[in-house]
């Protein structure tokens, strides 16, 4: 007896009931939803590549280009190392660059420990840790202008605060921001006041990360507190050091907004001038942007070189 026989309608819905087998998607619609994904990804990495030369390296080949040209009139023309012979032999000059270093190395023995301490004790507290933070991160919220005008209202000599304090206690006022030898002292002061909240935040997140166990094995063989900082701390830290140090130099030498706003710039006897200050007297009050451009190139270079060998010595002591 034959099996019956399936009508061509039972068939067809028969091939519709069965499962689909597994293959390839079709080659058009796997190629367009990959173009699609990719298009978007690379149309958000193009725009931000776009951005970063229009507001980064267009900036410093156009500096580079002005270093070596004079404008007058509307008019350029090439004149090789003429500006850096302008630069060189104004007086001023040595005068930045001696302020600027002076301002470096105050700043790193201040601005760089100051964090590293504030975090080391908050590191340390079982309460009111996230309220400290908050605290110490305040000022870094501040406008800097804000935050250089308190500052400069706390320095004044007549009503400032800091004179009431010392008058109160039978010391003799200062003359904060108009004293030399005292002037270069009070803007790194606020300097580190308004920045150190960022970098105190890196260090408590890196202090964080240290195992306990390190400093319970420590305890056991008689450690105390600075001995467990220089033996565990430290070279647990070793490497967000090293790059907040580098990070910090970087943007000591390029200090500005603090003198200018705190002192005028120049300061008495040019205690406070540096070298940014001057690229701005030559760009601004000069009228000078190939002196200007000349000085920011010679910056450039040594920040660049400066950055080249500390990561170099890094990459060698590594290995």
């Known amino acids: 007896m034959s099996a019956p026989s399936l009508t061509p309608s039972k068939a067809a819905r028969a ?3 069965q499962p689909p087998v597994d293959g390839p998607p079709p080659r058009g619609g796997s190629f367009a939803r990959s173009l699609k994904r990719n ?6 990495l193009i725009g931000a590549v776009l951005c970063f030369a229009f507001f980064s390296w267009y900036p410093m080949v156009r500096e580079f280009l002005l270093a070596f040209q004079k404008t007058d009139q509307g008019e350029v023309s090439w004149v090789g190392l003429d500006n850096l012979r302008t630069v060189f032999n104004d007086p001023a000059f040595w005068q930045a660059w001696r302020n600027t270093l002076l301002f470096t190395v105050l700043a790193l023995v201040l601005g ?8 080391l004790v908050i590191n340390e507290l079982r309460h009111g840790k996230g309220y400290l933070r908050l605290l110490v991160y305040l000022p870094v919220m501040l406008p800097p202008v804000a935050a250089v005008l308190l500052f400069k209202y706390l320095y004044d000599p007549g009503y400032g605060l800091l004179n009431e304090l010392l008058g109160s206690v039978g010391l003799p006022e200062q003359q904060w921001l108009q004293d030399p030898d005292l002037s270069m002292l009070s803007v790194v002061i606020a300097s580190t006041w308004m920045n150190m909240g960022g970098a105190a935040l890196i260090y408590l997140a890196a202090l964080q990360g240290i195992p306990g166990e390190l400093y319970e094995a420590a305890e056991l063989d008689g450690a105390g507190l600075l001995r ?4 565990v701390t430290i070279p647990q830290t070793r490497l967000i050091l090293s790059l907040m140090l580098l ?10 907004v603090e003198p200018f706003l705190l002192t005028g710039g120049a300061g008495p006897e040019g205690s406070t001038t540096t070298v940014v200050y001057l690229i701005y007297q030559y760009a601004f009050n000069f009228n000078n942007y190939g002196a200007a451009a000349a000085l920011g190139l010679l910056l450039l270079v040594l920040l660049a070189g400066f950055s080249a060998a500390y990561v170099k010595l890094n990459r060698a002591e590594d290995e």
Do not use: N, Y
């Open 39 to 44: 298009l978007t990804a690379h149309g958000f």
């Open 112 to 119: 760089f420990a100051v964090p590293f301490v504030v975090a």
């Open 15 to 17: 091939r519709r009931a």
């Open 228 to 231: 467990k900082v220089w033996h």
């Open 247 to 256: 990070m910090q130099i970087i943007a000591t030498m390029q200090v500005f």
